[in-house]
């Protein structure tokens, strides 16, 4: 019996057990089935407006001076004295002294033609009256006119001749002296300073190089396709050069960009054979002028900047972002109906940034600029703006 007992009762445990557990399963609710939503996808629009633009065209390029020039001593010499501003950096005007060679010799030289001069003058007058000697008394002797040779006329030639070579040569040792004070062909800035006080030069020894600060170019290379854009100053043989486009340079200086703004003044006239990009040269002036910007730094030589060329303008155009364009060159238009539909258009521009468009759309019309993997004509679509718009408001 013990044991029939330890059998059972545990069995029945067991079977309780199983029938509850039954029973709860079968008591459960049922859950709800339901249908999932699919919801078409989220796009954002740029609504189209219709207006003029301007196009320009970026480039980049160096400053250069636009004139620019090596001194060198056209008499020999020690140099006796320089400017203050005869420094590399340092800046002149146009006529000032920057190198003094030593003088002594070449005022003696002036001397010493002077003299000459005075004796050419003496001997051309002494001539001279001899040859109003002989005539008279050719007269007196034989009557009629005297021969050349007895008018003088070979020796008072001779002795003009004489009187010009000596002028000519005191002409030449003022000029010399005066070389000796070298002065500033315009007003400028030195780069390089190559002599100082004290030193032997002879002529064509560079004294420095200098650049003039009136102006200054910087070289812009231009793609060809871009110049369509521009209306660029192409020079023709036999006609007048006709005023170049606005550009606007920009460089960082001390972490703060600055502006200036200059005019196209030439095309240069070859293409870069490597490059194959047409170059124009932009002059701006006034560069070192403090200007209307008082924090402005001056536009020095030799500064890294970023152009700016203004060219056409395009009016009754459309410009949408560069997402709105799609790989095959359409826009997706979303209609009344929220339906994305296929637009071919006409291109006029694109840029990293920006499309400009001639023609295929209108204004008011909503185009898409999200990125979509799969698109079809007549896709249904909701507006970004929309449901933002639909979740504030819950």
Known sequence: MNLLLKILIPLAILAIGVAGAVAMIMARPQPETRIPEVLPPLVR?????RRDVRFSVHSQGTVSPRTESVLVPEVAGRVTAVAPSFASGGFFEQGDVLVEIEPDDYRQAVVMAEAEVARAELQ????GAEAEVAIREWGELEGGEAPALTRYEPQLAEARA????AQASLTRARRNLERTRVRAPYAGRVRQKQVDRGQYVAPGTPLATVYAVDWVEVRLPIPNAELR???LP???RGEERRRGPEVILRADFAGTEHEWRGRVVRT???????SRMVHVVA???DPYGRGDAADRPPLAVGMYVRAEILGRVAEDVVVLPRSALRDDGRLLVVDDELRLRFRDVELLRSTDRDVILRSGVEAGERVCVSPL???????QVRLAAEAETGEATS
């Open 124 to 127: 051309l007058a002494r001539v």
């Open 268 to 274: 240069e006239g070859e293409i870069d054979p490597k």
């Open 234 to 236: 192409l020079d023709y």
């Open 162 to 165: 004489a009187v010009n070579a």
């Open 283 to 285: 002059r701006v002036a």
């Open 373 to 379: 993997a799969v698109v079809t004509d007549g896709m």
């Open 45 to 49: 629009v740029e609504p189209v407006e």
């Open 229 to 231: 854009y521009l209306d």
